[in-house]
């Protein structure tokens, strides 16, 4: 209809109540790029975003757009091309352009990286109480796994009046998680005490997970994908009532609901509940729309399923649908040729 604005308002509105929702902040980012719209919250948006679920390709792109938008209007292109304003401004700007843009960088390379910590490390001696600097320069040693350095910023962070961000919590448990591949990545893989450490190591990570996980259900328990994020964790600990209470909840939320069925129905498998596994997997089939990898999977587990239960024919069936299509996809075709040798 031509209402630029409103659309531009109405994904604002959308993205406050859904800031996980990637598909939706990114269309809402788009169109702000497209419409010439006040970028600040879009950007913030993405930001958030990307702290929780780390890099993305998709939501870079997004921050490319909203970052090139602003160069525009910020730089004076704008106004150029409206005839107002002087390339002598587009000059002025140009090095502060270029430098923003390295900062919005979610994969800075390493020289850009070590510049910035450096001039974020001497601007911090004046501007000690800088909250947005204190975050950057800990998202940067991070980023070089310089994690106690990291973790000290954001708790200075979490002691000012900020302390509240919701985000700022997801951010210190994410470098901690981060912490723990770091140091599992260092182990040496010749060493005879390494799968000891390794497993310890895990174990650790999986606990402080878990620990940190259930203050954020218990601080917001109505948010389904904190239930989800829960669910798995428990069922990666072999919690299995735990996870399958989680997983039904977070059915509820529809951006969760088919992955929330998946990891049900093989909570359920675990439990040798197969009857009800088969019944949650058929459902999110018939819910899933498309053939993609999601539906591949969710077949692939009903083939499972069935096959676990000794319907061996039907469970050939779930296989050969895949097959038909993905020849390819794990090992359905080891599993139709058997059946077909068998004959």
Same mark, same amino acid.
């Not at 292109?77 to 409206?82: D, F, I, K, T």
């Given at each position: ?5 409103? @659309? ?6 959308l ?11 990114? =269309? ?8 010439k ?13 990307? %702290? ?5 390709? $998709? ?9 090139a ?22 000059? #002025?700007?140009k ?5 923003? /843009?390295?900062?919005?960088?979610? *994969? ?6 070590? %510049?910035?910590?450096? /001039? ?14 204190? #975050?950057?320069? @800990? /998202? ?19 002691g ?5 961000? @919701? ?9 901690q998680?981060? *912490? ?12 005879? =005490?390494?799968? =000891? ?6 174990? /650790? ?8 996980? *259930? ?7 109505? $948010? ?12 990666q ?44 997997? *058929? ?9 993609d990898?999601?539906?591949? $999977? ?34 359905? @075709? ?10």
């Open positions: 209809m031509e209402f630029p604005k409103t @659309a531009v308002l109405s994904l604002e509105t993205v406050k109540h859904s800031p996980k929702d990637k598909a939706l902040v990114i =269309e809402f980012a788009n169109l702000v790029a497209e419409t719209g006040n970028a600040t919250v879009a950007e913030k948006a993405i930001e958030e975003l990307i %702290r929780t679920v780390g890099y993305d390709t $998709d939501l870079q792109q997004a921050q490319k757009n909203l970052s938008h602003k160069v525009m209007d910020e730089g004076g292109y704008g106004a150029l091309e409206s005839g107002e304003g002087s390339y002598r401004d587009i000059l #002025r700007n090095t502060e352009a270029v430098s923003l /843009e390295q900062e919005k960088r979610v *994969q800075k390379t390493e020289d850009v990286a070590e %510049r910035l910590i450096g /001039e974020y490390e001497e601007r911090l001696h004046t501007e000690p109480n800088n909250l947005k600097l204190l #975050r950057s320069l @800990a /998202e940067l040693y991070t980023q070089k796994n310089k994690f106690p350095e990291a973790l000290e910023l954001y708790q200075r962070i979490k000012s009046e900020a302390g509240g961000d @919701a985000t700022l919590d997801q951010a210190i448990a994410t470098t998680v981060r *912490q723990f591949d770091f140091q599992l990545a260092q182990l040496d893989a010749s060493a005879p =005490e390494q799968a =000891e450490q390794a497993a310890k190591l895990t174990a /650790e990570k999986l606990a402080f997970q878990l620990a940190e996980c *259930q203050k954020r259900v218990e601080k917001y328990p109505t $948010d389904l994908a904190i239930r989800f994020e829960m669910g798995v964790l428990y069922f600990a072999g919690k299995i009532s735990e996870a399958i209470a989680e997983f039904q909840k977070a059915q509820g939320n529809p951006h969760k609901r088919l992955a929330a069925m998946s990891y049900l129905a093989q909570s359920f498998a675990r439990r040798k509940m197969f009857d009800l596994a088969a019944r949650t997997l *058929q459902t999110a089939i018939k819910e899933k729309v498309g053939f990898d999601e539906k591949k $999977d969710l077949i692939y587990q009903l083939g499972c399923v069935l096959d676990g239960m000794g319907k061996k024919e039907e469970a050939v069936e779930q296989f050969k649908i895949i097959y038909e299509s993905d020849i390819s996809y794990k090992d359905v @075709a080891a599993k139709v040729d058997a059946f077909y040798a068998a004959q």
